[in-house]
DNA sequence: CCACGGTACTATACCGGTACAGACATTCGC
DNA sequence: GCGAATGTCTGTACCGGTATAGTACCGTGG
């Protein structure tokens, strides 16, 4: 048995291919009556609707819009924030009914995603610029929109004010009177050129240092995990009382948590002994305890406008605007943070 | 200026169409000098690589699965249980390099995705297996996995235990001598038939109760969120003393904790004067205060499975095995339940 | 010298739709 | 009563590839 398409329709029914066509996709072309003489024969004959893969060849579209991450995907799932902004882009999709297709940057075998996968338009996110993933997009001339990373000429690119908010978080600590830094950052080794945020934040936060004089202890976290900032930590806090930092300023919230956990761990106190700094304002970050002082960033808006610009590149190809976005930090305040001192000083 | 083609590349190098497609698809098909002219020819005029919307009409196979899920997808991210599932499903996608197309069950428009969007098949989660998204995707006679739902004859299904899960923890507080229990569901007031991992787990709940003669308290939450589970809690912590519930089984973990949260706010000491029990077993489950007793399911493993046994059935097709695999859950005791009485009690 | 198997490439026939420019009959404005 | 607008359907020309069955040529063994 033939697989039922529009022409086996078309010849049940009497009419040309084309009419049965427009039954479906252009119902104001025909008459009412025989547009219904035609969906009921295509019931009846086991019709599935027209084949997506031809329509989308015959269109030029295929609606979807591709997604690629540059880190295991996998992890991304577990990461809030990361979460959070496939959430606002999921939530802005909705409405345009496109489906959203989470790619692999890895090619495996001879199926290389970004260069076979049908879609519309990709959102780029936080991968580095060279990638091979990327260059097939490019090539592919679709409509892209590049988040969280360099900035890429003749492309819509969205970008948070991580520098900034590092500079405030590391002015925040400065003016409290804080001369040992620690800076949690997060590399990647496998990867040479770091990522943009962590560039980006580790930049603001030496601006202000370098200002104040302050020549600050760096380490590395392995990932941006509890455990990772955990682990971290026990570098710095393994210097004597005299040389250890009284203050740390941490890529993420859930980094700085590991830190407070290990310092925790030591009896000391947080904030009075050490002083912590997170970034991103995870929803968690004011049920730590003490609670955490963070950098804010609107990650459901950088969701929400990466895929308005992304839809709006699609809408009038051609009018690629080198649209380049930056959006606000904010400093939030809270318990992790004081004066540097011991908790009986401020008892005096 | 047209657009570069295989045909363009074809006549510019003087072979057949058919060769240029070898030269990228076979390169066994073809001599590797002839093949290197191709290629060099393709890269000089600017070819990207075959279209994978004319290659996805040709060899029948988008290179995509399709993920749906009823509720509105946005949430899905946010939440841990759902995450760690959509995190599985990519961890086992990998190795072979698909991409996942998330859809949204609601069509908008003229699109609907379950309808229009190119995949080679599709998981369904926690659907109603009468939607018309599914329904699209049984007509089309892709091949599908359905998950955590109402088994569909035909298909392969992957479910949890979620009936003797939820029968254990009940067991697990009517042992400890608790008479008078709450339950805590989660129904969409917009479904009528309810999904069917809460009729499941319900079920379970009340078979146990039954058994020994002990008529629930049941309240339903709006959400499976802490703040529904507060909201929820305040009908039953309300009631006088002598009626309240000295015991509290809920849907989630999530509203679980929103539960001991409302009996915190009370004063109310957990165990002794509310016992709580949730379900999924979260990573935060461990960390709350009391640690939370509940009921652990493998959603990596699920995740995992449910990808496998799509990928084999798209392998094989026809091949549909009625496969209906059944997860085990097991009760993980924590210091969230106790023995039902004040804390006094436990002094004398 | 010829059947035979392999390599390298070509010819033809799809895959299943959509866009666009008519063809033809009706209806409408004036 | 006539040209123009409208409504309904058809014909043709793509969209950009892949599968499969050849054809031509070459070396080899008998």
Redesign the interface.
């Known amino acids: 048995m033939t697989r039922v398409t529009l022409q086996t329709i078309a010849d049940a029914v009497g009419v040309s291919r084309m009419t049965v066509s427009n039954a479906f996709?252009r119902p104001d072309q025909l008459s009412g009556e025989l547009r219904d003489r035609i969906l009921e024969t295509a019931t009846r004959l086991g019709y599935?609707?027209?084949?997506?893969?031809?329509?989308?060849?015959a269109k030029?579209s295929?609606?979807?819009i591709?997604l690629l991450f540059t880190d295991?995907?996998?992890?991304?799932?577990?990461d809030?924030i990361a979460?959070?902004f496939?959430?606002?882009i999921?939530?802005e999709?909705?409405?345009?009914?496109?489906?959203?297709?989470?790619?692999?940057s890895?090619?495996?075998?001879?199926?290389?995603?970004t260069?076979?996968?049908?879609?519309d338009g990709a959102l780029v996110y936080n991968c580095g610029a060279e990638s091979e993933a990327v260059d097939?997009l490019r090539?592919?001339?679709l409509p892209l929109v590049f988040v969280d990373q360099e900035p890429v000429r003749g492309y819509p690119c969205l970008n948070v004010d991580d520098r900034g908010g590092a500079r405030a978080a590391a002015q925040h600590l400065v003016s409290l009177g804080h001369r040992r830094i620690a800076l949690v950052t997060r590399l990647d080794d496998e990867r040479v050129a770091s990522s943009y945020t962590v560039t980006r934040r580790m930049d603001g936060w030496r601006s202000v240092l370098d200002e104040a004089g302050i020549e600050p202890v760096v380490v590395n976290a392995s990932a941006s995990t509890e455990d990772a900032g955990h682990a971290a930590a026990q570098s710095f806090l393994d210097l004597p009382a005299k040389r250890r930092p009284t203050a740390v300023l941490a890529y993420s919230d859930r980094i700085a948590v590991g830190v407070m956990q290990a310092a925790r761990d030591r009896d000391m106190v947080v904030p009075e002994e050490l002083s912590v700094v997170g970034f991103d304002d995870a929803f968690f970050a004011e049920h730590t305890r003490p609670p955490l002082t963070t950098v804010r960033q609107d990650v459901h808006r950088k969701g929400a406008e990466a895929t308005a610009l992304l839809m709006a590149a699609i809408g009038q190809p051609g009018a690629q605007r080198t649209d380049h976005r930056l959006l606000p930090t904010e400093l939030v305040v809270r318990a992790s943070t004081s004066r540097p001192g011991r908790p009986q000083a401020t008892h005096r």
Do not use: C
């Open positions: 996709s599935t609707g027209p084949d997506p893969a031809a329509r989308a060849l030029g295929s609606g979807t591709g295991h995907l996998e992890e991304s799932f577990l809030e979460a959070r496939l959430s606002a999921s939530g999709l909705a409405p345009s009914g496109r489906g959203m297709t989470l790619l692999s890895h090619s495996k075998g001879d199926l290389v995603p260069r076979d996968i049908p879609m097939w090539r592919r001339k």
